[in-house]
C-alpha cells in the first residue's frame, strides 16, 4: 500500500471538524451558509499552507454532488484543463464538474483564461487557492466571477487540538501508549507556524523515529525541537510574506515600537535575508526620522555596511544597533514631504524658465554676454540676500514646511533671525 501522509488520514470530513477559521466558518459565517444552500459559486481561497482550505475544498464537493477534479498550477498546464474539459457532457461528469485548482498564481493569463468560458456557463465551479494576494496574481477576468475567502493562520489552541486527535490516530493505529507531557504538545503546535500540516506530520515523524518498549512510546521535549526547528518560519523571499516582513519592520520603526522592531528583523534574519531589511532600515532612515536627526543616516549607513562585511551571524549586532537607534531617533518626514509636492508639481507641469540670474553663465558664447544679475550670497551678511531662485510661474510656491522637532525648529529660528522673519 503506497505511503499516505497522516496529514491526508486525518482530513476532516465535515465542516465541525475543520480547525480555525471561524470567520468565515463559524456558526452563521457566510462560506458556512453558502456550502449549506447547496449552491456553489466559483470561489477563490487565499491564506498560507495548512490553514484548510483544501480541506474545505474537499468537504464542499463532497456535499455539492459533482465530480471532483484536482490540478495543481505549478506542475498542470493547458493539456490538463483540456483533460477536465473534454469530461463535460459526459457520463463522467453527468453534474459537472467542481475543478479545485491548487496554488492558482502559477497559471500564466493564457491558462486562467481557458477556463472562462466554462466558469461563465457554469459547467465548470472553480475553486482556487492560493498562498499569495489574489488580486495582485489572478487574471482580473477570473477574479470577477468569484467569491474571495480568506483563510487566517491557524492559533496554537486550533492546531494543539489537531495535535491530540493525531497523538490518539497513532496510538490506535500502532497499537502503542504515546507518553509526552502537555507541554511537549503545546510546543508543537506553538512551533509549527500556524500550519496544521506541518504540526501533524511532525507528530507522524516523531512517532516514527522513537523506541517501542512494552507496547509504550515516550517522545520527549528534545525531540520535539528536533522535529519542528525553524518550522514556524513563514517565508518566500518572493512572496506576500516577504513583503508584510518589511512592510511590519519599517511600520514599528516609525511608530517608534523598539520590540516589534526587533522581532522583524529577527524574523528577516532567521529566514537568511540581510539586504532586504538593510535597504529598508536606510528608507526609514531617511524617510521616517530625516532631519530630525540627519546624523541617523549616516551612522546606519555605516551599521549597514558593517553587517553586509560581516554576514550573519554577527550580522545582527549592527543591525539591531541600527534598529534600536532609529526607533528611539525624533521622528520627521519634513524631507520626503517636501520632495513629494515638489515632484507632483514637476509631473502636473509647473515648471516655468529658470531665471536668468541662475543660469549658467559660462554657456553663454563670445558675442553673447548678457548681465546675469546673480547676487552672491557669501558677499552678504550671514551669507545670504534675498533673491529669486524658482521660475517665475511657480515663484511663491512652498514645499518644505519645518518639522516641530528641536533640530529642524532650531534651523527655523537660525533662518527666521536671518531673513527678518521673526
Known amino acids: 500500500m503506497p505511503y499516505r501522509p497522516l496529514a491526508d488520514e486525518l482530513r476532516p470530513a465535515s465542516l465541525e471538524d475543520v480547525a480555525g477559521q471561524e470567520h468565515i466558518l463559524g456558526e452563521g459565517g457566510l462560506l458556512r451558509r453558502i456550502v449549506e444552500s447547496g449552491s456553489v459559486p466559483n470561489m477563490i481561497f487565499y491564506g498560507p499552507s495548512g490553514s484548510g482550505k483544501t480541506t474545505v475544498a474537499n468537504i464542499i464537493a463532497a456535499s455539492s454532488g459533482r465530480v471532483l477534479r484536482k490540478l495543481n498550477a505549478t506542475t498542470a498546464g493547458i493539456a490538463e484543463i483540456r483533460g477536465v474539459i473534454a469530461e463535460l ?25 481557458s477556463l472562462l468560458e466554462f466558469i461563465e456557463n457554469g459547467k465548470i465551479t472553480l475553486i ?21 475567502f480568506e483563510f487566517k493562520p491557524l492559533t496554537a489552541e486550533d492546531i494543539e487540538k489537531a495535535v491530540w486527535r493525531a497523538v490518539r490516530y497513532l496510538e490506535k493505529r500502532d497499537a502503542v501508549t504515546a507518553e509526552l507531557k502537555p507541554e511537549t504538545v503545546k510546543y508543537i503546535a506553538t512551533s509549527c507556524g500556524g500550519d496544521a500540516r506541518k504540526a501533524i506530520n511532525s507528530v507522524e515523524l516523531l512517532f516514527s523515529a522513537s523506541r517501542r ?17 525553524r518550522s514556524a518560519m513563514r517565508y518566500d523571499r518572493d512572496g506576500d510574506e516577504h513583503f508584510d516582513i518589511l512592510s511590519a519592520l ?8 523598539t520590540d516589534a522592531a526587533l522581532h522583524y528583523l529577527a524574523r528577516l534574519l532567521e529566514a537568511g535575508d540581510i539586504i532586504a ?42 543591525l539591531a544597533d541600527a534598529v534600536i537607534l532609529l526607533c528611539t531617533a525624533p521622528k520627521s518626514n519634513t524631507g520626503v514631504m517636501a520632495i513629494d509636492r515638489a515632484l507632483a508639481d514637476v509631473r502636473a507641469g509647473k515648471t516655468g524658465a529658470i531665471p536668468r540670474e541662475l543660469q549658467n553663465v559660462h554657456a553663454d558664447g563670445a558675442g553673447f554676454e548678457r548681465e546675469q544679475g546673480y547676487k552672491y550670497p557669501h558677499d552678504y551678511p550671514n551669507a545670504w540676500t534675498a533673491q529669486q531662485y524658482l521660475p517665475d510661474a511657480i515663484k511663491d510656491a512652498k514645499y518644505y514646511e519645518y518639522g516641530d522637532n528641536k533640530t529642524e525648529q532650531a534651523a527655523k529660528k537660525y533662518w527666521d533671525a536671518i531673513k527678518g522673519e521673526t
Open 213 to 229: 518498549e512494552k507496547g509504550k512510546i515516550t517522545i520527549g521535549e528534545d525531540d520535539a525541537r528536533a522535529v519542528t526547528q
Open 89 to 113: 457532457d459526459t457520463f463522467l461528469a453527468p453534474n459537472g464538474i467542481l475543478l479545485y485548482l491548487d496554488e492558482i498564481q502559477y497559471f500564466n493569463k493564457k491558462q486562467q483564461q
Open 250 to 257: 519599517h511600520k514599528s520603526i516609525r511608530g517608534s515600537d
Open 277 to 318: 531589511p538593510c535597504r529598508r532600515i536606510l528608507c526609514a532612515a531617511c524617510e521616517d526620522i530625516g532631519l530630525a536627526y540627519p546624523s541617523a543616516i549616516s551612522i546606519v549607513k555605516a551599521c549597514v555596511d558593517a553587517a553586509v562585511q560581516l554576514g550573519m551571524p554577527e550580522a545582527r549586532l549592527p
Open 128 to 148: 482556487a487557492s492560493t498562498t499569495e494576494n489574489p488580486y495582485f496574481y489572478v487574471y482580473n477576468a477570473v477574479l470577477s466571477r468569484s467569491t474571495v
